[in-house]
C-alpha cells in the first residue's frame, strides 16, 4: 500500500511540476500548443493511475496502468521537443528528467 501512495504522490508532483514549466513558456502559438499537450499528458498519466487503484478486474488494472505509461512517454516526446526547440533548456529537462524518471 505505501508503494501505491508513493507512486501516487510522484505522479501528482509530476503533474504539478509539468504545470509549472508550462506556465513559463511564451505565450506564442507554439508554445501555448505544446504547452497544452505536454499539460494534457502529464496530468492524465496520474489520473489515469487512480483509476488504475480502482480497477473491477486484472485485467482492467493492466489496461489502465498501459494507459499510464502511455501518458508518460507522450509527455516525455513533449519534453524532448520543448527541448529541442530551444523552448526550454536543456538544464531544466534535465532538471525534470532526473527528478522524475531517474529519481
Known sequence: ???????????????AS???LTAKLK???VGRYTANQLMRAATSSGANYEE???????????H???LV??????????LKLLEKTD???????????NRYIFG
Open 69 to 78: 505509461l502511455k501518458e508518460l512517454r507522450e509527455s516525455l516526446y513533449w
Open 18 to 20: 509539468s504545470i509549472k
Open 52 to 62: 488504475a487503484c480502482g480497477a473491477e478486474s486484472k485485467a482492467d488494472f493492466i
Open 87 to 97: 523552448l526550454i533548456s536543456g538544464k531544466e529537462l534535465l532538471k525534470l528528467r
Open 64 to 66: 489502465k496502468m498501459q
Open 27 to 29: 505565450r506564442t502559438a
Open 1 to 15: 500500500m505505501q508503494n501505491r501512495r508513493d507512486l501516487s504522490e510522484r505522479l501528482l508532483e509530476w503533474a
